[in-house]
Nanobody, 122 residues
Framework: QVQLVESGGGLVQPGGSLRLSCAAS????????VGWFRQTPGKEREFVGA???????YYAGSVKGRFTISKDNAKNTVYLQMTSLKFEDTAVYYC????????????????WGQGTQVTVSS
């Protein structure tokens, strides 16, 4: 059984940084594409970025240059380093394992973590 667990969320001031982690059990990240998404109340879950098993990275325009995805295969963990955080980055962040189709589409992912809250506030 595949389980994804996100951690690292919290409260941060604008301009600050956070690093989210996504740890997996039951599936090896080294052979899968992993995506990060975020969601705020009343809105659809939106794509943040993805990293393929081969190491290619893709980011939403709103976070490009500020967020970086990386992974540690030995720990079976994927990270989302977030810098220069803005109020609008406030959301619950989710990681997921890609199954098929577009990396930026929610429907292309079949295993999701429970999410971790990121709040950017002064």
């Amino acid at each position: 059984q595949v389980q994804l667990v996100e951690s690292g969320g919290g409260l941060v001031q604008p301009g600050g940084s956070l690093r989210l982690s996504c740890a997996a059990s039951g599936r090896t990240f080294s052979t899968y594409t992993v995506g990060w998404f975020r969601q705020t109340p009343g809105k659809e879950r939106e794509f943040v970025g993805a990293m393929t098993w081969g190491g290619s990275k893709y980011y939403a325009g709103s976070v490009k240059g500020r967020f970086t995805i990386s992974k540690d295969n030995a720990k079976n963990t994927v990270y989302l380093q977030m810098t220069s955080l803005k109020f609008e980055d406030t959301a619950v962040y989710y990681c997921a394992i890609h199954r098929s189709g577009s990396y930026s589409s929610v429907v292309g992912y079949d295993y999701w973590g429970q999410g971790t809250q990121v709040t950017v506030s002064s």
